[in-house]
């Protein structure tokens, strides 16, 4: 009878660990690219171990008792007293476990909230259903333009076969250089939208009538995809972001194209 609740109990953790690492494989958070993305990341994973060691134990406790100590084996239920003992115990151990997950929880957060000495700022306008971009500070200051999805209608009426980055494609990305810390100022044309960019460590609600807030600093070239991540009408889920990160002069040369792209269209305007 022993065997049976080991092998149980086996069944169990293995059950457990195999979920977890499925998860961690197909299900789990992007491959971080920015300082707070990766602390992000890490305490993630730690908690998931945590609460995978607190399952295992509980679990395992329980289903030993129950196999252990049924009726058929001629247990009778035992009548359990007061013990202030354990009540404190069993207090302490979780008080303790959530200050060990809340610290470097909070310190985190903290640093997502330190906007201060960017190296430049770009404003983004939620709107229904695209976004805005304004240059305002650092290199490529005074560049505007929106950003809406490119998907084409066809691959979304299942006409035509779906892209590789299917509902997260635009026609405008928001170009930075790598290695430079970018303040994002969020605000909303008509209703609530969100600025999400996992793979930055970015999460940042866009509120009309109010200006919002956040950073990122990206580690290495590359283009990261998001989208609006705050339920805002009908076509919600077609307000893709893509974030391209560039070396500091292939980033130059991108800011003298966009000049020289305003200026062409200038004369043209004129011109009509």
Same mark, same amino acid.
């Given at each position: ?71 058929? @084996?001629? /247990? ?34 903290? #640093? ?11 404003? #983004? ?10 240059? @305002?500070?650092? &290199? ?23 892209? &590789? ?40 609600? #866009? ?16 283009? /990261? ?18 974030? &391209?990160? @560039?070396?500091?002069? &292939? /980033? ?21």
């Amino acid at each position: 009878m022993r065997s049976k609740s080991a092998v149980t109990l086996a069944g169990v953790s293995a059950l457990a660990l195999y979920s977890s690492m499925a998860l961690g494989s197909k299900y789990n958070l992007p491959e971080p690219q920015s300082v707070i993305a990766k602390d992000i990341y890490d305490q993630h994973i730690i908690l998931m171990w945590i609460c995978l060691v607190i399952f295992i134990g509980v679990f395992g406790v329980m289903f030993y008792s129950v196999l252990k100590h049924r009726k058929s @084996l001629g /247990y009778k239920a035992a009548n359990f007293h007061h013990s202030t003992a354990v009540e404190i115990i069993w207090t302490v151990i979780p008080c303790l476990i959530l200050v060990v997950m809340a610290w470097p929880a909070t310190k985190t957060v903290i #640093a997502m909230k330190d906007t201060s000495s960017p190296d430049m700022t770009i404003k #983004a306008t939620g709107y229904q259903w695209m976004w805005g971009y304004d240059y @305002l500070q650092g &290199e490529g200051e005074g560049i505007s333009f929106f950003s809406k999805l490119s998907t084409t209608r066809a691959q979304i009426e299942n006409k035509a076969p779906k892209g &590789e980055n299917y509902l997260l494609e635009v026609d405008n990305r928001v170009v930075v250089p790598v290695g430079k810390k970018v303040r994002i100022i969020l605000t909303a044309n008509d209703v609530l939208h969100a600025w999400w960019v996992p793979a930055l460590g970015i999460k940042q609600d #866009a509120i009309p009538g109010f200006i919002r807030d956040t950073w990122f600093k990206a580690d290495k070239p590359g283009i /990261y995809r998001g989208q609006c991540a705050e339920l805002c009408g009908k076509d919600h889920g077609f307000m893709p972001i893509v974030v &391209e990160v @560039l070396e500091a002069a &292939e /980033y130059t040369k991108w800011v003298a194209a966009q000049g020289t792209s305003a200026v062409k269209t200038s004369m043209h305007v004129e011109n009509k």
